[in-house]
């Protein structure tokens, strides 16, 4: 874990408020593994105060890849950097995906969920039978298909709520097909808390170790503030930031 | 080379910053960002005698320069706390302070009791004013007399140095500082966080359980300040000015107003290197004002 | 389209959007920017009976997210004000407020009385909590019997409806506020602006002459939306919400908590057109919750 | 006066923390005096808080161009703009300079008090005879100087505090001299406070007219929130945003 001054490489906007950013950040790159993430200073003024976490893409030191949605104040100033520009980035954080070398994998990735998945596919997908579900609103949440496919996945499902690609419907409404079909020995997954929770349900009655990477608000990211809280099965709060942001999916208690 | 030295008068310490409570976790956190033995102290969390869960999430919710926390003070309880206190004295030299809390005065007493007893803790500092462990914000630094009975109570039992936190959010800080004073503190920090609110319009909810949080962060670092002169200029023990510090300059402001000491917070969590940043930033102002050792500006403050 | 009015039981205002006093000059200045009917109100600054220079400069000092001002009331005085007031409604109906001062309780009942008698002003608004015009920041809102003895003598000579500001730098805000409510105020505003406190590291000197000014802007909305949801569970007449108003979610969350109406300061300066903009605002947030008429919403905060 | 969002057209460092902008910002642009300076909005977020005031360094609609020196937080976010990022700016602000017709002017410019005096020989040096003394530290203080060469004035003065260009000294130090040789109507100042005041005790035993523009800190800069203020001779307070920020030299009450 280290605090460095990264320096975009290149700046992309993806359309539907979706954007890429090439860093070259050489220390965080060393040691990321999918799973991982970072916290990013979006300003040097004080407001916005606080980092953003966002997950790794994708790394190929001395670069990392960041993909994200510009939603608020600071993800937007986020969008506003262009090559050349720099920022301090944390990381890497968090306790990433275990290998599971041998297994069948099945990665499940609502929108901007797709980054830990992603890094995961790229790293593990010539290792072990990966298969990808992929679920959006519509075509334009789902900007990073045509990499995607270049990945050698053995299986890649597409969901759109509008239908405008794949499959019409939530990922949730197709899953529990291609997990009789795939019979996979692990499923990953990623994606809004709704989409988590319904997994969740889903998921139970299958014999499989299901890990969810999870959001939460972070003031630090390293483990120091306790902000990032979520509350587990066993009404215990645990840390997302360094004791997640992975965690058994059926351990966390999920908002009915 | 300028001294960064400052004498609180029972101790010494080797720089006037000071990490604050809650912000620096136990410590080894930061041990990857630099050699802590360059800080005053180093400040653990805030610690009761059983394990406490804390509040809910959401725990956090950023205001523009600001931060609102109700984490209303998760932790380990005493047992763990004195194996990380002995972990990180393993790793670092540096000064360590417990930040000592309690549901009732029965409990900051037996808290107090115990890490006093313990010789790798430098110093104690109660914590009368979190605004997040009761709804509504009250605690006891709102009230002159609860904190004298408290800490008189406290300083009886106890064989180190007692700091005494005070809350902002009291009509008359003197008045509770003086109270501390009086019944035995050591030293007085001030302040802890701003009682603030903040609403969910989609929800119609406040974002926090708690309804009411903590403000901290650079938004208030004027008004720590100005309660900050308020009590030095009436309080003989040192004071450890706390709030929205983020630069050596805004340390410099503090001693300059009579603060001993400072900590510091919410930097912390955005820079985890904010310490070192600022004690390099202390020194060079220190250099370029021809100030020797800060004891030569302290309260110097001319009105 | 949503309907943005608001009624605040002695009259209804066409929006909940007020421009705060000493923000918003004297009105005529923003008529460039947007139509300045499309305010709830305008509120003159603040105004003793003869001319006044204000404090020295400096006058202000930027914070984080904040500002801190020593202005000190400067104004013509209520003379050429009355001018003032007719030059702005010649050229607008936007109800004026003016913003009444005092240096004791008997200009503070002339000022009122002046003022009560010009057909132009719809009501007025009592400051009795400016931090800049006695050193140390004192006031009358910070004492519960002043305020009701001066808020009498006022309402006993005037016929318009009297608002009456308080000010944050207080133990108890609800006590002076039921006080005032007592006494007769029509309504409330709050908060007038926090004591803060910046050093000059070089020169070792406080930045203003008053030692201590006001902060005002984003740094305290969570600070002053506290305060307004206290005097909102206790007082009966409407409250009006002041402090670091920024958005149409900042109106939303003031109404939430309880206010009938709001007012915007510091942002006015950073953006002559703030009101225009956040006044878009309100609307479309009232569009997209499905909201009416914020009388759905004022005081719906669920806890 | 209109608040506009100005496009950046180019944006150049001079070295020594000294940058010029070329803004499209046609409303200003039309209706800009030599005098008039702006007030520009630094960040979306709120810190910093407050516009900082600029002044129009020259106007050739639809653009305007400022001239400023990066020192603290706000000149700093701006120095990092670039062309294609627009900013929000209010303008034009103040009384501006008369124009004098058929007197013989003398600018007295010291650093970035250029700006002001340089709109001012822009707009008038065809029309009257126009003398310009300008000074700085050194050559790194006056980038401006190949632009100020091309102007049509009938005279350059330039001095330097280390020598590096023209005389050597403060700019106070010639000034005698060349008003008594040149025995200019008019002298239109902009600097430095130390300078403007020791311009005032100078140019007291000559008869001229003698303007200055002043800076002050500024919350709104169009006359709402009285914290411009500059005291005068009379011992009343003015405001520098509206009833100046050009006052007769002789009426501020400077620091002795
Ligand atoms: C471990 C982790 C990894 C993430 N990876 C990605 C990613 O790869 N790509 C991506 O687009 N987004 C990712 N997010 C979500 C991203 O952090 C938020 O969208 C972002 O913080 C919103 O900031 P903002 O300033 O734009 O929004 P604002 O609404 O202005 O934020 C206000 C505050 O809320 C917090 N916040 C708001 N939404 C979220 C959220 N969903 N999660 C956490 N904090 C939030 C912000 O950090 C900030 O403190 C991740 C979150 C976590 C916890
Ligand atoms: C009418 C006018 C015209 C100006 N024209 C120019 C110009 O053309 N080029 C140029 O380089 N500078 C000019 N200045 C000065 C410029 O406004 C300041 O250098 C700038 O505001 C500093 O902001 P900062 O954020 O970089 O500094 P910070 O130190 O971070 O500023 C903190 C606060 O102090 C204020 N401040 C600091 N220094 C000054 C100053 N000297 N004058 C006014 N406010 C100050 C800032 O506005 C802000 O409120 C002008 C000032 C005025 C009043
Ligand atoms: C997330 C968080 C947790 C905190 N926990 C504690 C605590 O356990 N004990 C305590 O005395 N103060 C606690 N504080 C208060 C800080 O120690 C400090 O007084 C306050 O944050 C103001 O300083 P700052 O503005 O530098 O952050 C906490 C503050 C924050 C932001
Ligand atoms: C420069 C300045 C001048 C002010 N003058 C007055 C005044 O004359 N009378 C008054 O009642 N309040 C005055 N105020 C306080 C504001 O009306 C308002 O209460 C305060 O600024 C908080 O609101 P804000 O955060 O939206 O600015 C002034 C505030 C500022 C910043
Ligand atoms: S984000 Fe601070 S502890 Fe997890
Ligand atoms: S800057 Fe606001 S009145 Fe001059």
């Known amino acids: ?256 | 080379m300028a001294d960064l030295s400052v004498d609180l008068g029972f101790r010494t310490l080797k720089s006037p910053l000071i990490a604050a409570s809650g912000t620096f976790g136990y410590g080894e956190e930061f041990l990857p960002f630099f050699d802590l033995d360059i800080l005053g102290g180093v400040i653990m969390k805030g610690i009761f005698r059983e394990p406490r869960p804390g509040n809910p999430p959401p725990r956090l919710h950023e205001t523009p320069a600001g931060l609102l926390n109700s984490i209303g003070l998760a932790g380990p309880g005493s047992e763990k706390l004195q194996e990380s206190i002995r972990r990180l004295r393993a790793r670092t030299p540096v000064p360590i302070i417990v930040n000592v809390c309690g549901e009732d005065d029965d409990e900051f007493v037996a808290v107090a009791e115990t890490f006093s007893a313990m010789a790798e803790v430098a110093m104690l500092e109660l914590n009368i004013s979190c605004p997040n462990v009761r709804q509504g914000g009250a605690c006891p630094a709102q009230d002159a007399g609860h904190t004298a009975r408290l800490v008189g109570r406290v300083k009886e039992r106890i064989r180190k140095p007692l700091i005494v936190k005070l809350s902002p959010n009291v009509g008359d800080i003197v008045g509770v500082a003086l109270a501390a004073q009086d019944a035995g503190a050591d030293a007085l920090s001030l302040v802890n966080t701003f009682l603030g609110l903040a609403v969910d319009i989609d929800a119609r909810r406040p974002v926090f359980a708690n309804i009411y949080a903590g403000l901290s962060g650079p938004a208030i670092k004027p008004l720590a300040l100005r309660l900050v002169r308020e009590v030095c200029r009436k309080a003989y023990v040192p004071v450890i000015g706390i709030g929205g510090i983020s630069s050596g300059r805004d340390v410099l402001e503090y001693i300059l107003v009579g603060a001993a000491a400072v900590q510091i917070g919410t930097i912390n969590f955005r820079e985890p290197a904010a310490a070192l940043r600022i004690t390099n930033e202390i020194e060079a102002e220190m250099e370029r004002l021809k100030i020797g050792n800060l004891s030569e500006i302290r309260g110097q403050l001319q009105t």
């Open chain 1, 1 to 256: 874990m280290l605090d460095e001054r990264g320096l975009i490489e290149d700046a992309r906007s993806l359309g539907g408020n979706y954007h890429l950013l090439k860093i070259a950040a050489p220390g965080i790159a060393a040691s990321a593994k999918p799973g991982h993430f970072v916290m990013v200073r979006v300003s040097a003024a004080y407001d916005p105060l606080l980092r953003r976490p966002l997950g790794i893409l994708e790394c190929r030191p001395p670069y990392i890849g960041l993909y994200f949605q510009a939603l608020g104040r600071g993800t937007s100033m986020l969008a506003a950097l262009g090559p050349g520009d720099s920022l301090d980035i944390l990381g890497p954080l968090g306790n990433s995906f275990p290998e599971f070398p041998g297994k069948k994998v099945l990665l499940i990735a609502g929108g901007r969920g797709i980054v830990p998945l992603y890094h995961y596919a790229q790293v593990c997908a010539e290792r072990r039978p990966l298969f990808l579900i992929y679920g959006g609103r519509g075509k334009a949440d789902l900007p990073l298909l045509d990499r995607i496919k270049a990945l050698r996945l053995q299986g890649l499902f597409i969901f759109s709520e509008d239908g405008s690609l794949g499959q019409k419907g939530l990922l949730t409404s197709g899953l529990e097909k291609i997990v009789r079909e795939e019979r996979p020995d692990v499923t990953l997954s990623c994606g809004p808390e709704p989409m988590l929770a319904a997994l969740a349900g889903l998921l139970k009655p299958f014999p499989m170790q299901n890990l969810a990477s999870l959001e939460a608000i972070m003031g630090c990211g390293f483990g120091v503030c306790q902000g990032c809280a979520v509350r587990t099965v066993t009404g215990a709060l645990r840390k997302v930031c360094d004791e997640g942001p992975v965690f058994p999916l059926e351990e966390i208690q999920w908002p009915t």
